[in-house]
Protein backbone atom coordinates (compact mmCIF):
# COMPACT_ATOMS: atom_id res chain seq x y z
CA UNK A 1 0.00 0.00 0.00
CA UNK A 2 1.62 2.83 -0.86
CA UNK A 3 0.14 6.79 -1.38
CA UNK A 4 0.34 6.44 -4.94
CA UNK A 5 -1.96 3.77 -5.41
CA UNK A 6 -4.26 5.28 -3.07
CA UNK A 7 -5.10 8.83 -4.43
CA UNK A 8 -5.20 6.70 -8.08
CA UNK A 9 -7.89 4.88 -6.93
CA UNK A 10 -10.15 8.28 -6.39
CA UNK A 11 -8.96 9.91 -9.56
CA UNK A 12 -12.68 8.63 -11.61
CA UNK A 13 -13.75 10.91 -9.09
CA UNK A 14 -11.33 13.87 -8.83
CA UNK A 15 -8.35 15.48 -10.37
CA UNK A 16 -5.07 14.35 -9.38
CA UNK A 17 -4.56 17.53 -7.30
CA UNK A 18 -8.06 16.54 -5.23
CA UNK A 19 -7.45 13.08 -5.21
CA UNK A 20 -3.96 13.86 -3.96
CA UNK A 21 -5.32 16.47 -1.03
CA UNK A 22 -7.73 13.87 -0.23
CA UNK A 23 -5.10 11.24 0.55
CA UNK A 24 -2.85 13.39 2.48
CA UNK A 25 -5.74 15.09 4.67
CA UNK A 26 -7.13 11.29 5.84
CA UNK A 27 -3.05 10.64 5.89
CA UNK A 28 -2.53 13.65 8.30
CA UNK A 29 -5.95 13.73 10.33
CA UNK A 30 -6.20 9.74 11.27
CA UNK A 31 -2.19 8.92 11.25
CA UNK A 32 -0.20 12.41 12.02
CA UNK A 33 1.32 11.86 8.74
CA UNK A 34 3.70 15.02 7.52
CA UNK A 35 4.04 15.47 3.58
CA UNK A 36 7.73 14.58 4.54
CA UNK A 37 6.85 11.03 6.44
CA UNK A 38 3.97 10.39 2.95
CA UNK A 39 7.31 11.41 0.97
CA UNK A 40 9.80 8.54 2.37
CA UNK A 41 6.81 6.21 2.16
CA UNK A 42 5.60 6.10 6.21
CA UNK A 43 2.34 4.73 4.88
CA UNK A 44 3.74 1.02 4.13
CA UNK A 45 4.79 1.19 7.57
CA UNK A 46 1.38 1.00 8.73
CA UNK A 47 0.24 -1.32 11.14
CA UNK A 48 -2.10 -3.97 9.56
CA UNK A 49 -4.71 -2.86 11.94
CA UNK A 50 -4.15 0.85 10.57
CA UNK A 51 -4.20 -0.45 6.73
CA UNK A 52 -7.27 -2.16 7.42
CA UNK A 53 -8.86 0.78 8.41
CA UNK A 54 -7.00 3.07 5.79
CA UNK A 55 -8.63 0.53 3.19
CA UNK A 56 -12.17 0.86 4.55
CA UNK A 57 -11.88 4.58 4.76
CA UNK A 58 -10.72 4.66 0.97
CA UNK A 59 -13.84 2.64 0.17
CA UNK A 60 -15.91 5.00 1.00
CA UNK A 61 -13.91 7.44 -0.51
CA UNK A 62 -14.28 5.67 -4.02
CA UNK A 63 -18.40 6.03 -3.81
CA UNK A 64 -18.04 9.41 -3.45
CA UNK A 65 -18.64 10.19 0.04
CA UNK A 66 -17.04 13.41 1.48
CA UNK A 67 -13.62 12.84 3.32
CA UNK A 68 -14.96 15.70 6.08
CA UNK A 69 -17.75 13.49 6.98
CA UNK A 70 -15.48 10.30 7.16
CA UNK A 71 -13.42 12.20 9.42
CA UNK A 72 -16.06 13.96 11.08
CA UNK A 73 -14.03 17.50 10.50
CA UNK A 74 -13.05 20.01 8.74
CA UNK A 75 -10.83 23.56 8.94
CA UNK A 76 -13.01 27.15 8.53
CA UNK A 77 -10.84 29.94 9.11
CA UNK A 78 -8.21 28.40 10.86
CA UNK A 79 -9.94 26.53 13.43
CA UNK A 80 -11.39 22.40 13.16
CA UNK A 81 -15.28 22.39 13.02
CA UNK A 82 -16.95 19.02 13.66
CA UNK A 83 -19.22 17.88 10.77
CA UNK A 84 -21.69 15.44 9.99
CA UNK A 85 -24.26 13.74 7.33
CA UNK A 86 -27.21 16.31 7.81
CA UNK A 87 -24.93 19.83 8.19
CA UNK A 88 -23.42 21.18 5.18
CA UNK A 89 -19.99 21.61 5.22
CA UNK A 90 -18.42 24.90 5.42
CA UNK A 91 -16.83 26.11 1.70
CA UNK A 92 -13.17 28.12 2.31
CA UNK A 93 -14.39 30.73 0.33
CA UNK A 94 -17.42 31.47 2.87
CA UNK A 95 -14.65 32.55 5.40
CA UNK A 96 -13.88 35.21 3.52
CA UNK A 97 -17.48 36.81 4.39
CA UNK A 98 -16.19 37.62 8.12
CA UNK A 99 -13.81 40.25 6.21
CA UNK A 100 -16.62 42.37 5.54
CA UNK A 101 -17.81 42.66 9.44
CA UNK A 102 -16.54 45.67 10.48
CA UNK A 103 -14.27 46.97 13.17
CA UNK A 104 -14.88 51.04 13.49
CA UNK A 105 -11.60 53.13 14.74
CA UNK A 106 -13.65 54.75 17.91
CA UNK A 107 -12.64 58.19 20.00
CA UNK A 108 -10.83 57.38 23.14
CA UNK A 109 -9.99 60.07 26.16
CA UNK A 110 -6.59 59.35 27.97
CA UNK A 111 -4.66 61.58 30.17
CA UNK A 112 -3.19 63.15 26.52
CA UNK A 113 -6.42 63.84 25.11
CA UNK A 114 -8.69 62.07 22.33
CA UNK A 115 -6.64 59.13 20.15
CA UNK A 116 -8.16 56.58 18.05
CA UNK A 117 -8.39 53.05 18.89
CA UNK A 118 -9.91 50.22 17.01
CA UNK A 119 -12.73 48.89 19.33
CA UNK A 120 -15.53 47.23 17.57
CA UNK A 121 -18.79 48.94 17.72
CA UNK A 122 -20.92 45.26 17.16
CA UNK A 123 -22.21 44.25 20.16
CA UNK A 124 -25.46 42.55 18.52
CA UNK A 125 -25.11 40.18 15.79
CA UNK A 126 -26.87 37.38 14.12
CA UNK A 127 -25.63 34.76 11.73
CA UNK A 128 -29.48 33.15 9.59
CA UNK A 129 -28.87 29.86 8.64
CA UNK A 130 -25.88 28.65 10.57
CA UNK A 131 -25.41 25.07 9.97
CA UNK A 132 -22.08 23.86 11.68
CA UNK A 133 -22.08 27.38 13.42
CA UNK A 134 -18.54 28.20 11.74
CA UNK A 135 -19.57 31.53 10.70
CA UNK A 136 -21.28 32.67 14.44
CA UNK A 137 -18.46 31.03 16.18
CA UNK A 138 -15.54 32.75 14.05
CA UNK A 139 -17.49 35.71 14.58
CA UNK A 140 -17.94 35.63 18.15
CA UNK A 141 -14.45 34.49 18.44
CA UNK A 142 -12.99 37.46 17.13
CA UNK A 143 -15.43 40.07 18.48
CA UNK A 144 -15.54 38.94 21.91
CA UNK A 145 -17.14 41.98 23.15
CA UNK A 146 -20.14 40.92 21.03
CA UNK A 147 -23.26 39.44 21.97
CA UNK A 148 -23.96 36.47 19.19
CA UNK A 149 -27.01 34.70 18.09
CA UNK A 150 -27.67 32.17 15.38
CA UNK A 151 -30.71 30.60 14.04
CA UNK A 152 -31.14 27.33 11.94
CA UNK A 153 -34.19 25.18 11.05
CA UNK A 154 -32.49 22.29 11.16
CA UNK A 155 -31.70 20.52 15.54
CA UNK A 156 -29.24 18.46 13.54
CA UNK A 157 -27.59 21.79 12.35
CA UNK A 158 -27.72 23.02 15.60
CA UNK A 159 -26.60 20.08 17.63
CA UNK A 160 -23.81 19.98 15.51
CA UNK A 161 -23.21 23.90 16.07
CA UNK A 162 -23.51 23.70 19.53
CA UNK A 163 -21.06 21.41 20.07
CA UNK A 164 -18.79 23.27 17.91
CA UNK A 165 -19.42 26.07 19.92
CA UNK A 166 -18.62 24.39 23.39
CA UNK A 167 -15.42 22.38 21.84
CA UNK A 168 -14.04 26.36 20.57
CA UNK A 169 -15.10 28.46 23.78
CA UNK A 170 -17.72 30.61 21.95
CA UNK A 171 -20.73 31.83 23.74
CA UNK A 172 -23.37 31.69 21.01
CA UNK A 173 -27.58 32.18 21.60
CA UNK A 174 -28.61 29.21 19.27
CA UNK A 175 -32.46 28.88 18.10
CA UNK A 176 -34.44 26.82 15.80
CA UNK A 177 -35.80 29.27 13.32
CA UNK A 178 -37.18 29.43 9.89
CA UNK A 179 -35.26 32.31 8.15
CA UNK A 180 -38.68 32.25 6.02
CA UNK A 181 -40.97 32.95 8.96
CA UNK A 182 -38.76 35.65 10.97
CA UNK A 183 -40.21 37.48 13.88
CA UNK A 184 -42.29 40.33 12.83
CA UNK A 185 -42.00 42.11 15.75
CA UNK A 186 -38.00 42.29 16.21
CA UNK A 187 -36.85 46.12 15.97
CA UNK A 188 -33.59 47.47 15.83
CA UNK A 189 -32.17 44.73 17.59
CA UNK A 190 -28.81 43.77 15.84
CA UNK A 191 -25.78 45.93 14.48
CA UNK A 192 -24.92 43.13 11.73
CA UNK A 193 -27.13 40.47 10.62
CA UNK A 194 -25.31 38.15 8.19
CA UNK A 195 -26.33 35.05 5.96
CA UNK A 196 -25.10 32.15 4.13
CA UNK A 197 -28.66 30.58 2.85
CA UNK A 198 -29.71 28.43 0.44
CA UNK A 199 -29.07 29.41 -2.95
CA UNK A 200 -28.59 26.78 -5.58
CA UNK A 201 -31.04 26.79 -8.36
CA UNK A 202 -32.38 23.20 -9.31
CA UNK A 203 -31.85 23.16 -12.80
CA UNK A 204 -27.68 23.94 -11.79
CA UNK A 205 -28.06 20.63 -10.52
CA UNK A 206 -26.59 19.04 -13.78
CA UNK A 207 -23.61 20.76 -13.30
CA UNK A 208 -23.05 19.95 -9.72
CA UNK A 209 -20.83 17.04 -8.17
CA UNK A 210 -22.41 13.18 -7.39
CA UNK A 211 -20.80 13.73 -3.77
CA UNK A 212 -22.32 17.18 -2.81
CA UNK A 213 -25.74 15.97 -4.79
CA UNK A 214 -25.81 12.28 -2.80
CA UNK A 215 -24.39 13.59 0.71
CA UNK A 216 -25.18 17.00 1.35
CA UNK A 217 -28.38 18.10 2.71
CA UNK A 218 -30.71 19.64 0.02
CA UNK A 219 -32.07 21.45 2.29
CA UNK A 220 -29.17 23.72 2.92
CA UNK A 221 -28.34 24.16 -1.03
CA UNK A 222 -31.30 24.39 -3.43
CA UNK A 223 -34.31 26.66 -3.88
CA UNK A 224 -36.44 26.62 -6.44
CA UNK A 225 -35.89 27.99 -10.20
CA UNK A 226 -38.74 30.39 -10.09
CA UNK A 227 -38.38 31.87 -6.81
CA UNK A 228 -34.39 31.72 -6.16
CA UNK A 229 -33.86 35.09 -3.84
CA UNK A 230 -36.82 33.65 -1.74
CA UNK A 231 -34.54 33.42 1.18
CA UNK A 232 -33.17 36.69 0.96
CA UNK A 233 -35.97 38.21 0.28
CA UNK A 234 -37.68 37.53 3.78
CA UNK A 235 -34.43 38.12 5.77
CA UNK A 236 -33.81 41.69 3.70
CA UNK A 237 -37.25 42.04 4.84
CA UNK A 238 -36.49 41.18 8.60
CA UNK A 239 -33.19 43.09 8.73
CA UNK A 240 -34.83 46.32 7.50
CA UNK A 241 -36.82 46.47 10.90
CA UNK A 242 -34.56 44.32 12.65
CA UNK A 243 -31.35 46.53 12.12
CA UNK A 244 -30.33 49.23 14.20
CA UNK A 245 -30.00 52.58 12.12
CA UNK A 246 -26.62 51.76 10.25
CA UNK A 247 -26.65 48.62 10.53
CA UNK A 248 -24.98 46.47 8.58
CA UNK A 249 -26.56 43.31 6.40
CA UNK A 250 -24.00 40.83 4.57
CA UNK A 251 -24.87 38.21 2.43
CA UNK A 252 -22.86 35.15 0.72
CA UNK A 253 -24.89 35.25 -2.96
CA UNK A 254 -25.50 33.18 -6.01
CA UNK A 255 -23.40 35.06 -8.43
CA UNK A 256 -25.57 34.29 -11.29
CA UNK A 257 -28.27 36.46 -9.34
CA UNK A 258 -26.45 39.88 -9.07
CA UNK A 259 -28.78 42.21 -10.72
CA UNK A 260 -31.70 40.48 -8.95
CA UNK A 261 -30.32 40.87 -5.42
CA UNK A 262 -29.53 43.95 -6.39
CA UNK A 263 -33.11 45.06 -7.38
CA UNK A 264 -34.76 43.28 -4.14
CA UNK A 265 -32.48 44.51 -1.70
CA UNK A 266 -33.32 48.21 -2.83
CA UNK A 267 -36.74 47.47 -2.85
CA UNK A 268 -36.22 46.34 0.22
CA UNK A 269 -34.98 49.50 1.72
CA UNK A 270 -31.24 49.09 1.05
CA UNK A 271 -29.90 51.79 -1.59
CA UNK A 272 -26.68 51.20 -0.59
CA UNK A 273 -25.35 47.95 -1.75
CA UNK A 274 -21.40 46.60 -2.68
CA UNK A 275 -20.81 43.39 -4.54
CA UNK A 276 -17.79 41.59 -3.25
CA UNK A 277 -15.82 38.96 -5.45
CA UNK A 278 -14.84 35.71 -3.91
CA UNK A 279 -10.88 34.11 -4.36
CA UNK A 280 -11.65 33.34 -7.87
CA UNK A 281 -13.18 36.24 -9.14
CA UNK A 282 -16.96 35.80 -8.76
CA UNK A 283 -19.10 38.47 -7.17
CA UNK A 284 -19.65 36.01 -4.26
CA UNK A 285 -20.71 39.15 -1.18
CA UNK A 286 -22.96 41.89 -0.92
CA UNK A 287 -22.71 44.19 2.34
CA UNK A 288 -25.48 46.77 2.80
CA UNK A 289 -26.54 49.46 5.16
CA UNK A 290 -29.68 50.48 6.51
CA UNK A 291 -29.68 54.10 5.90
Known sequence: MTYQQLW??????????EAQAIIRTVLDIRYGMSLTDIAIGKVNELSAEEKDQLEKIVRRLE???PVQYILGETVFNGRTFHVEQGVLIPRPETAELLQYIPSYPTLQQT????????????????????GSGCIAISAALEHPEAEVSAWDISEEALKTARNNAQQLGAKINFKCQDALQAPSGDTELWDVIISNPPYIMQKEQKDMEKNVLNYEPSIALFVPDDDPLCFYTAIAHYAHHALKQHGILLFEINPLCNKDMKDMLKQEGFL?????????GKLRFTKSIKR
Open 111 to 130: TEGEIKTPKTNIRHFLDIGT
Open 272 to 280: NTDFFPDTF
Open 8 to 17: KRLTSLYTVD
Open 63 to 65: TGE
